[in-house]
């Protein structure tokens, strides 16, 4: 099975010489902290939402990222126009279907969005399995199934779509169809801290932009998981653990990341 030939340690070095702008679209719990995890790691965030101005905007960023977390029926046409200006100029972009099936609202946003065809989906176990067809008891945002019941799902998702799917939880799921890659790390804090998965989303998109799709997904995620462990063995609760996470983003060197063994490839 190939695997890609661009290391996370090659790739983090990339984002900090390049520093990609960044449109993240995210939710109001999100933003600040997104925007933090983004300089944290390198990059250069933008949140810009608008329908007036997301479209245009996505024509000049690197990498586009939309989160569904808080809608309104104008921030799904903000979402609308940002994916189709992205899409028309080549601009990579990714997906988080925030507990789409929460309403039958927040599932059509999801369909539409959807089938823009992401560059990379991502989402928990119950938001692929869900967005697939498939059974799941998750009612909000938090996964109620283990990532490795979504792996079907995830690959059926990116035959759907021609892109990269990635499904996050305990340990980090991401393939393409035919390759599926595994990353363990982080911590047991870092889901009491709000909106760290949304941050992650937004930091997928930042390597979408200096990185093929797998390999940009692969290498955020181990990223975010070297810097979970590291922050998470210093802090004392999520508090702590909050900033920590930024120092860890911050002083997570390539050679550092070269150093460690977080991704399974099966």
């Known amino acids: ?9 090659d790739a983090l070095a990339a984002l900090r010489a390049e520093a ?3 449109q993240c679209i995210t939710n109001y719990v999100a933003m600040n902290i997104a925007a933090n995890t983004l300089l944290a790691a390198g990059a250069a965030p933008a949140m810009v939402h608008t329908v007036e101005e997301s479209g245009d905007f996505a024509r000049i960023a690197r990498a586009v990222t939309i ?8 921030w799904v046409q903000g979402m609308l126009a940002a994916a189709t200006a992205a899409n028309a100029v080549g601009t990579p972009w990714v997906l988080d279907p925030v507990a789409h099936f929460a309403s039958p609202y927040r599932a ?3 369909r539409e969005l959807l089938a823009l065809r992401p560059t990379i989906l991502r989402g928990n176990a119950s938001e692929i399995l869900a967005l697939a067809g ?6 909000g945002v938090d996964a109620a199934d283990p990532v490795m019941a979504a792996e079907p799902a995830a690959r059926a998702l ?13 340990i980090d799921l991401v393939t393409d169809g035919a390759r599926v890659a595994t990353i363990t790390g982080g911590s ?6 709000t909106a760290l998965g949304c941050s992650l989303t937004c930091l997928i998109g930042s390597y979408a932009a200096i990185a093929a799709p797998f ?4 290498s955020a995620l181990v990223l975010f998981a070297h810097a979970g462990e590291r922050a998470g063995r210093e802090a004392e609760g999520p508090g702590s653990f909050g900033w920590r996470f930024l120092d860890a983003l911050a002083a997570t060197s390539p050679a550092e990341l070269a150093a460690t063994e977080r991704v399974t490839w099966g």
Request: charge should be neutral.
């Open 188 to 193: 047991p804090l870092m889901p009491q801290v």
């Open 20 to 22: 990609p702008l960044t």
């Open 1 to 9: 099975m190939p695997r890609p030939t661009l290391s996370p340690a």
């Open 215 to 218: 390999e940009a997904a692969v």
């Open 108 to 110: 059509q946003a999801a």
């Open 67 to 74: 989160n569904i977390g808080t809608l309104s029926p104008a």
């Open 158 to 170: 990116a035959q759907q779509t021609g892109g990269v799917v990635v499904v996050t939880g305990a």
């Open 134 to 139: 498939g059974d799941t008891t998750a009612r």
